[in-house]
């Protein structure tokens, strides 16, 4: 049997437990949170006055800060091309919608709350330059990304597993920084939105960890594969108006590095935290070629950890046309 066909009948026999995942990892739409929960009342009296506020407070924010936070919104804008690329994915099947694209339906309808959430502070905080914002999101949906796993579901997961972890830490270290500032409700708003990507992490990692029980070689070596190639970010094709694909991403990266927000020392945790929780060193009945992986994962983390720590990151901020330039002086 080929090993697309053994992806697929792995799938198909995951897809059994899909509805018990829906209900465990992902939570009813009258029951969760929803942006407006979170931002002034339109429909109220003092709505002028809550957005007098919520700009007042936002003054108060550093250039760095606006950068990172108009980066995480813009890569959560972009989800039409997370859920075209997942629904891609082998095994899972909108056409005849198998439980798989529910599953991805549904996650895909809670994280379009994250975008909607941030594009409507950043739009009332007054501090940021929306047109500019808006081509860039439109710019990242028509170039769409290329997170390098192919269909494979096996390596899709691992993806995705490290990616929510990611954006985990991102919207929590925003949060806990809005709240240093003096911004307890922007605070409140990126921890309920973390809140929803560990939530979604653990989906994916117990996805990964049901695969290794069943295919361990295969996922053993999916893991590696991944991990050799480097996890992309989504919004790794980000660019501004009238530019090409080119180096914004770096530049927005290393703005949420000067302040702390996702450094390369956390893209190592998130490594070690990945082999940890799937306990890759426990996992028996593997081929000579998926010991071989294993050794070099578990090591992987060592190695990448003495590579980040020689990292030289630009002190000077890059003027990006999403923020007020005044703001970074």
């Known amino acids: 049997m080929s090993i697309k066909n053994i992806r697929l009948e792995v799938m198909q026999f995951l897809e059994k437990n899909v509805d018990s995942f829906v209900?465990?990892?992902?939570?009813?739409?009258?029951?969760?949170?929803?942006?407006?929960?979170?931002l002034p009342n339109s429909e109220s009296d003092t709505f002028f006055d809550e957005v007098k506020e919520l700009r007042e407070i936002a003054k108060e924010l550093p250039y760095?800060?606006?950068?990172?936070?108009?980066?995480?919104?813009i890569t959560e804008e972009a989800l039409p091309t997370y859920e075209s690329w997942l629904m891609d994915v082998d095994g899972i099947d909108n056409v005849e919608r198998n439980g798989w694209s529910k599953w991805i339906r549904q996650w895909t309808g809670?994280?379009?709350?994250?975008?909607?959430?941030?594009?409507?502070?950043?739009?009332?905080?007054?501090?940021?330059?929306?047109?500019?914002i808006e081509m860039t999101t439109q710019h990242l949906i028509n170039d769409g990304f290329d997170i390098g796993t192919g269909r494979d579901p096996y390596k899709n997961f691992v993806y995705t597993s490290f990616q929510e972890l990611a954006t985990y830490v991102s919207h929590n270290r925003v949060a806990q920084m809005a709240k240093k500032y003096g911004?307890?409700?922007?605070?409140?708003?990126c921890k309920m939105i973390a809140g929803d990507e560990m939530r979604h992490h653990h989906a994916y990692s117990e996805f990964v960890n049901r695969i290794f029980q069943v295919d361990p070689s295969e996922m053993m070596l999916a893991f590696q594969y991944m991990m050799k190639a480097k996890i992309v970010m989504p919004a790794h094709f980000l660019r501004e108006s009238g530019q090409k694909i080119s180096t914004a991403f770096e530049q927005f990266s290393d703005s949420a590095q000067r302040i702390g927000v996702y450094t390369a020392a956390d893209y190592v945790d998130i490594m070690q935290k990945l082999i940890d929780k799937w306990e890759i060193d426990k996992i028996s009945g593997l081929t000579d070629e998926a010991e071989k992986a294993r050794d070099y994962l578990i090591k992987l983390p060592g190695r990448m950890a003495k590579i980040s720590e020689r990292m030289v990151i630009p002190q000077e901020s890059h003027i990006f046309k999403w923020?007020?330039?005044?703001?970074?002086r």
């Not at 911004?183 to 708003?189: E, F, I, P, V």
């Open 110 to 132: 809670e994280e379009n709350r994250h975008g909607d959430l941030l594009n409507k502070y950043l739009y009332l905080s007054g501090r940021v330059n929306m047109r500019e």
């Open 64 to 73: 760095d800060f606006w950068v990172t936070l108009v980066g995480d919104t």
């Open 323 to 328: 923020v007020e330039p005044a703001l970074a």
């Open 23 to 38: 209900d465990q990892y992902l939570i009813p739409v009258e029951k969760i949170w929803q942006p407006s929960d979170f």
């Open 183 to 189: 911004d307890n409700k922007l605070s409140k708003m």
